[in-house]
C-alpha cells in the first residue's frame, strides 16, 4: 500500500476522503486513457504517479468535481471576444 494513503494530510488537503477517492479515480483513467504524468518519477505505478501529483499540488478537483490540472485555464463557455480596434 503507498504510505501516503495512511496519513489524513493527503485527505485533508483535497477535501475529504470521497473527494480523494474521486480525485484518484478520474486522473488513473486519464492515465490509462493516455494522459502523459505530470511529476517526475522512476515509479511506474500509476497509483503512485497520481498519489504524487496530489501531493505535489498538480491535480486537484474544482467546485462541480471535476479533474483539474494545476495551471490549466478553466473551460471557456460561449464565444471569445476579440478586441481587434486596440
Known amino acids: 500500500m503507498i504510505d501516503a494513503l495512511k ?3 493527503i485527505v485533508n488537503k483535497v477535501g475529504g476522503r470521497f473527494k480523494l477517492s474521486t480525485l ?3 486522473r488513473l483513467v486519464a492515465l ?3 494522459a ?3 511529476v517526475d518519477t522512476d515509479s511506474k505505478v ?3 504517479i ?3 501529483e496530489i501531493l505535489q499540488d498538480k491535480i486537484y478537483l474544482d ?3 471535476e479533474l483539474r490540472i494545476s495551471g490549466d485555464l478553466p473551460p471557456m463557455s460561449g464565444p ?3 478586441d481587434l480596434d486596440g
Open 36 to 38: 502523459r504524468p505530470l
Open 7 to 9: 496519513e489524513e494530510g
Open 63 to 65: 467546485a462541480a468535481n
Open 24 to 26: 484518484i479515480q478520474k
Open 50 to 52: 497520481v498519489v504524487q
Open 80 to 82: 471569445m471576444d476579440f
Open 46 to 48: 500509476k497509483m503512485e
Open 32 to 34: 490509462n486513457g493516455g
